[in-house]
């Protein structure tokens, strides 16, 4: 059989790389012990003896030629080398068994691993799958919630919708679209404080973001003025301060095109609708490592996000 020279060389470093990999049964054994800390506990989950658990970590460690585990008396725990070995053996199990659940639930297709911002996820991006599963019927997209940047290598995920500068150490970024935001709060809090100019905020409680700490002092700087004593209630997710901002416990600085459902409903109301709304500094982009850029289902993903995102900025106020 003829090889590729390319071909030639990714044979011969998969076969280079088998000399350094251990049996599954091993890292499994040692995967099980890490995480409980307990050789026993390991043997339950994995319902061999205790014994055979202990022979699996020692043959484990005189492969790698180093301690796993500091033993004492009738206790484990991990090394220092161990706790580096586990968490990289933890996520590596981790994406070999999510390739083989995608593969048993889609064997024609292909499955994508997408960490989502909640409610960029939420309202914008899930009522739009059914078109992008309409146009690939064979690939299968798995969703997770992360909030911020992560480590691609440390999880066993394709690609991230990523809000913020198109900056991630080890990823390739594609953008999506901007975005403004807009003082928002219920019609009872707009009708009693009458507010007429951004100053007129401060007399109402401000709802700020963990994830956007300064975003109220630069909507201020925007308008020209100083936002003052700016504290009020901390919120992790645009949802959680939408609601309370509907309730009337005070006005939040939201995305508009993620409460477009509560402004029209009349929920919420621009709080200052005279002034021109700001645009954030940051972006939605779509990032991945480049490890998986030639990743057909990502690819697939990629060319239909963009073009959506793409139509969806051009038609409606973001």
Not at 98 to 105: P, V
Not at 162 to 178: C, I, Q, R, T, V
Not at 264 to 282: K, M, N, R, T
Request: glycine share 6%; net charge neutral; with cysteine.
């Amino acid at each position: 059989m003829n090889l590729h020279p390319n071909h030639s060389h990714i044979l011969a470093a998969m076969q280079l790389s088998r000399r350094f990999l251990p049996p599954m049964s091993l890292l499994c054994a040692f995967e099980a012990s890490a995480r409980h800390q307990s050789f026993t506990a390991a043997a339950a989950e994995l319902h061999l003896t205790q014994s055979a658990v202990s022979r699996q970590i020692r043959a484990l460690e005189e492969r790698l030629g180093t301690e796993l585990f500091v033993r004492e008396r009738q206790t484990v725990r991990l090394s220092a080398a161990g706790q580096a070995y586990a968490q990289e053996i933890r996520a590596a199990l981790a994406r070999i068994s999510n390739a083989t659940l995608g593969f048993r639930t889609n064997p024609q297709g292909g499955s994508l691993n997408l960490a989502i911002l909640p409610t960029f996820g939420t309202r914008w991006l899930a009522p739009r799958l059914p078109q992008f599963f309409s146009a690939h019927p064979g690939i299968t997209i798995n969703l997770t919630t992360r909030l911020s940047q992560f480590d691609f290598q440390l999880e066993a995920v394709d690609a991230a919708i990523h809000f913020g500068l198109p900056n991630w150490p080890g990823a390739e970024l594609e953008f999506l679209m901007s975005e403004t935001v807009v003082p928002a709060c219920s019609p009872d809090v707009a009708a009693r404080h009458g507010f007429a100019r951004p100053q007129d905020l401060l007399r109402a409680p401000l709802l700020h973001l963990a994830s956007r700490p300064d975003a109220w002092q630069r909507w201020f700087g925007s308008q020209g003025c100083q936002g003052g004593d700016m504290q009020g209630m901390l919120f992790d997710q645009f949802a959680t301060a939408a609601q309370a901002a509907i309730a009337g416990v005070g006005v939040a600085l939201l995305p508009k095109f993620l409460i477009l459902r509560e402004l029209q409903a009349g929920d919420l109301v621009q709080a200052l609708p005279q002034l021109p709304e700001v645009q954030s500094a940051e972006r939605y982009y779509l990032a991945w490592p480049t490890s998986r850029s030639a990743y057909p289902p990502l690819q697939a993903f990629q060319g239909w996000l963009k073009q959506v995102a793409q139509e969806f900025a051009s038609s409606a106020p973001l």
